[in-house]
């Protein structure tokens, strides 16, 4: 049995509120087992003999039959958001700067956001800085105080990104990979 960590995108924003206890309700009458939600940003932490991309559709499903809307989710390995937080080169804290990593179910997405953000300079011209960890991962930076209004931000926020990407912060990614690690 596989560890997984989901990331939901949109939810406890925009009109879509679900209670954690309400998420963590409704999948269970899936095949997933030690599910817990952490934070209310929608992350849970699960056991599966599927693999990622059947934790994927089964948990979209759930969710849109349950609290019907439109949901999408980016599921990772507990392995896998292990290294993608050791691959980070920013700080999880900084009091001038925020880290944050964007993930996505879909490489191709990933690709033009990452060119994207390349073509804004770096952030010494205004722009952003960017890594690419891995097929589905960015982490970048954004001064503290001004995420929304940073340029990547702004990008990644488009519609046409909605249904392949979400958006953490790397505190965040290290609470997810300490609760996966305890399954």
Not at 14 to 28: P, Q, R, S, T, W
Not at 42 to 50: A, E, I, P
Not at 119 to 125: E, N, R, T, V
Request: include cysteine; charged fraction near 25%.
């Amino acid at each position: 049995m596989d560890s997984y960590a989901v990331f939901l995108r949109g939810i406890n924003v925009g009109g879509i509120n679900i209670k954690m206890a309400e998420l963590k309700a409704a999948l269970g009458g899936l095949p997933f087992e030690g599910v817990k939600t952490l934070l209310a940003s929608g992350n849970v932490v699960l056991r599966s003999d599927f693999n990622a991309s059947d934790v994927k559709e089964r948990f979209e499903k759930c969710l849109r039959d349950s609290f019907g809307y439109d949901a999408w989710v980016v599921v990772l390995s507990g392995a896998r958001v292990a290294e993608l937080v050791k691959a980070c080169p920013y700080p999880p804290d900084d009091k001038s700067t925020h880290s944050y990593v964007t993930l996505s179910s879909d490489a191709a997405v990933l690709d033009e956001l990452f060119d994207a953000g390349s073509a804004l300079g770096s952030a010494a011209d205004g722009g952003v800085d960017l890594k690419r960890l891995g097929p589905e991962a960015i982490a970048w930076l954004a001064p503290a105080g001004g995420t929304l209004d940073s340029p990547f931000s702004k990008i990644t926020a488009k519609a046409r990104y909605k249904a392949a990407t979400t958006t953490r912060n790397l505190r965040t990614m290290i609470k997810v990979q300490d609760a996966v690690g305890q399954l």
